[in-house]
């Protein structure tokens, strides 16, 4: 009897039309269709956005996206205790690592910024309670038209990073925010156009979080 193969996911018929950079590179289109706008609940997880996207500054998402399993080789999996504990020969030993971004700020940075999230996690329970109180529990539904109506920072971006700086994080100026802000669905920036815009649209029944107080 011939095994029954499950046959492949059938993409939705309007999967074409997507946001114009989420075709430019095989790793951009994965990306695209599987990650970015996705809303992200999960610490770990978030730190490695929040990583990546400080050693993004400067240069290509792209760039970034191709080491990204050279990062995770390399930070213990974006564990925040364990890169908590990281000391100078650890540090050391990631600036002769040529699968990672090897700037000794962004990587001193990292190992601090584990240490700031942390603490995050012992005053909110979760950096996931924090980091989702600045769009008050659910994504910022937008609706942007075209790639050049996206900003490349927003008040909440603003208030993120203002906080974040204040406990003592790096790498986390308003524009790198607002771009992590976007990769994890804090707020939805595929353009109206884009089949992901109405798949990441509005979902009934999310709790709706506590705001930050001004600090």
């Not at 924090?130 to 927003?154: D, H, M």
Request: aromatic share 10%; charged share 30%; glycine share 6%.
């Amino acid at each position: 009897m011939a095994t029954q193969r499950t046959p492949a996911p059938v993409p939705p018929p309007d999967s074409s039309r997507r946001c114009g950079w989420g075709t430019s590179t095989p790793e951009y289109l994965r990306y695209h269709d599987r990650e970015w706008g996705v809303p992200v609940h999960d610490d770990r997880k978030l730190f490695e956005f929040l990583i990546l996207e400080g050693a993004q500054a400067g240069l290509s998402w792209i760039t970034i996206l191709r080491k990204r399993a050279a990062y995770r080789r390399a930070f213990d999996g974006f564990d925040p205790r364990k890169v908590a504990r990281y000391d100078r020969r650890r540090i050391a030993k990631l600036l002769e690592d040529d699968g990672i971004v090897r700037n000794r700020l962004k990587i001193e940075s990292a190992v601090s910024n584990a240490r700031a999230f942390l603490a995050v996690q012992r005053e909110f329970g979760s950096f996931d309670r924090y980091v989702w109180s600045f769009v008050v529990g659910a994504p910022k539904q937008n609706a942007r038209k075209s790639l050049r109506e996206i900003p490349p920072r927003t008040a909440e971006s603003d208030a993120l990073s203002r906080d974040l700086k204040q406990r003592g994080f790096r790498f986390v100026g308003s524009t790198i925010c607002y771009a992590f802000m976007q990769a994890v669905g804090l707020v939805n920036d595929h353009v109206v156009t884009c089949f992901r815009h109405r798949a990441l649209g509005p979902k009934p029944g999310r709790a709706r979080g506590r705001s930050i107080p001004a600090r």
